[in-house]
């Protein structure tokens, strides 16, 4: 009886878990829209258009392609010269302070947003695997 | 009919666009013959948030990501000992000004994002402390805003002091404009008045209103980064953000209301109005207002016989167009504005120093001093 107990705990805490770190894509998309709204845009923009010269854009952006690359921006802040859709920027993006959970949910809005397409879901453990 | 709709859409999103480009008051203008250069004399800093001009050679830096330079002769010490810094969003260790007295006093004043409190998030902190060899003593909590929240926009904030024992500084909406900044009983959207010694003042404009926060000076304000004494008047001069459009320069009364976001000149950032008011009995007009927004971001005003021309001009930097804007003004009205070292990079400070010359602080470089052509 009690190992019955002990494995439906087990079990349920499992499933907590396995529902914890899946969350839905649609709910991570619209986590990540109020994330992009709230710490992006003013200078990504609205549509992720950036701003000629000093903001990359974030619409089909040929940056966004490598994204471990663009995780770890996000992670730990971008600075230099770059190069995205053939125009250069040197600039400096400091880190937002995002956990990885939150770089995931804004990640997975961006990259299917303004032209960008990916079949790629990221996960926060995604997010927490890219180190500096 | 579809064809029709992208028509009035294209037309209704022309009309935005033509309202929020429209230059407002003197246009920007573009010497022709430059009568200055620059140098720089403190390098390799991201973000140059605050500066505090101990001497022309002897200065303090924050960096927005947590760290507090001590920087003599060009050479960089990080100061020890700062209490928690929440880098979030536009949140970090934010302005650094030292006291009047700081020959007797040896005061430092600076303004952090902060985690502590029981909420999670943060909200904006006041410090003071001292420096004994490259480290905070005596640091104290004068000042810290509530309730945390873990919005990444609007924590001001700059400092500044009058000639009567006052500390100034700032808070922004913290992302909640609809509740915060016409709230008295709440932080941000505020510019707030302390004793030096973090004391709330006995003749503070709300020290007699219930439930109130008695630090409040002035409210309704929505994120200001520029913050000076007016060197002749004394007054508080403090410029803000503004959402798309509409930033704006005012000189700061007790008690008064400055509107946000019940008046405004600006609109949403995607273009659709947050109201249609600009003007209301008992909210205060701004001085000046920007058209379309410059990002405006550290104030001063040149006093010295350095730059002849540009004696009691405002300077104001400018993060989104990466210059620093010079304004004259006539009878507290500006009349002209011009951009000085244009393309620069994005302009996060304006100090002048005490040798008079004016110093930057630019992302991405570090601090900027302006030398004039003889």
Not at chain 1, 21 to 49: R, V, W
Request: proline share 5%; charged share 20%.
């Amino acid at each position: 009886m009690k190992g019955i107990s002990l494995f439906l705990i087990a079990s349920f805490t499992g499933l907590s878990l396995f529902l914890h770190q899946q969350k839905p894509l649609a709910q991570s998309i619209a986590d990540g829209e109020e994330i992009y709204i709230d710490f992006c845009m003013q200078c990504h923009m609205t549509n992720g258009e950036g701003v000629p010269g000093a903001f990359p854009p974030l619409a089909n952006s040929d940056y966004l392609l490598d994204i471990e690359k663009t995780i770890y921006a996000l992670k730990f802040g971008l600075k230099g010269p770059i190069t995205v859709n053939g125009k250069a920027y040197n600039s400096v993006m400091a880190s937002q302070g995002l956990d990885d959970e939150e770089i995931a949910d804004v990640m997975n809005y961006i990259l299917r947003n303004w032209g960008n397409e990916t079949e790629e879901v990221i996960t926060e453990e995604k997010v927490t695997s890219v180190l500096k | 009919m579809k064809t029709l709709q992208h028509f009035f859409l294209s037309i209704s999103i022309l009309g935005v666009i033509g309202c929020d480009a429209q230059d407002h008051g003197p246009a920007i203008s573009t010497p022709k013959t430059l009568d200055y250069s620059y140098e720089i004399v403190a390098d390799s800093i991201d973000i140059p948030w605050g500066l505090s001009m101990l001497s022309a050679t002897d200065f303090l830096v924050t960096e927005k990501a947590g760290t507090l330079y001590h920087i003599v002769d060009g050479v960089k010490t990080i100061v020890k000992g700062l209490p928690p810094v929440y880098v979030r969003g536009q949140g970090g260790l934010l302005d650094v000004a030292h006291s009047p007295d700081y020959n007797e006093d040896g005061l430092i004043y600076f303004t952090t994002s902060s985690p502590l409190g029981e909420e999670k998030g943060g909200h904006t902190a006041l410090y003071s402390a001292q420096l004994k060899k490259d480290s905070l003593i005596n640091t104290s909590l004068l000042y810290k805003g509530d309730f945390n929240t873990k919005k990444g926009q609007h924590w001001g904030s700059r400092i500044a002091f009058d000639e009567e024992g006052h500390v100034f500084f700032s808070i922004g909406d913290r992302g909640n404009r609809e509740v915060n900044p016409q709230d008295i009983t709440r932080d941000g959207g505020k510019i707030y008045r302390l004793n030096r010694d973090g004391s709330i003042p006995s003749d503070n404009p709300f020290i007699d209103n219930e439930n109130s926060r008695k630090a409040i000076y002035s409210y309704g304000h929505r994120n200001p980064q520029g913050m000076i004494t007016h060197p002749e008047t004394g007054k508080i001069w403090v410029h803000e953000h503004g959402p798309r459009g509409g930033d704006e320069i005012n000189i700061i009364k007790p008690g008064k209301n400055y509107g946000w976001p019940i008046i405004t000149y600006g609109i949403n950032y995607s273009g659709t109005p947050i109201t249609d008011q600009t003007k209301k009995e008992g909210m205060e007009q701004p001085l000046y207002y920007w058209l379309p927004s410059i990002a405006p971001s550290g104030m001063a005003f040149s006093t010295s016989d350095i730059y002849p021309k540009w004696k009691g001009n405002l300077f104001v930097g400018s993060l989104r167009f990466e210059y620093l804007e010079r304004l004259e003004l006539k009878n507290n009205t500006v009349v002209r504005r011009e951009k000085v070292l244009d393309s620069i990079g994005r302009v996060r400070n304006i100090e002048q120093g005490p040798d008079g010359y004016l110093y930057l602080g630019v992302e991405g470089k570090g601090i900027v001093k302006i030398i004039p052509k003889s």
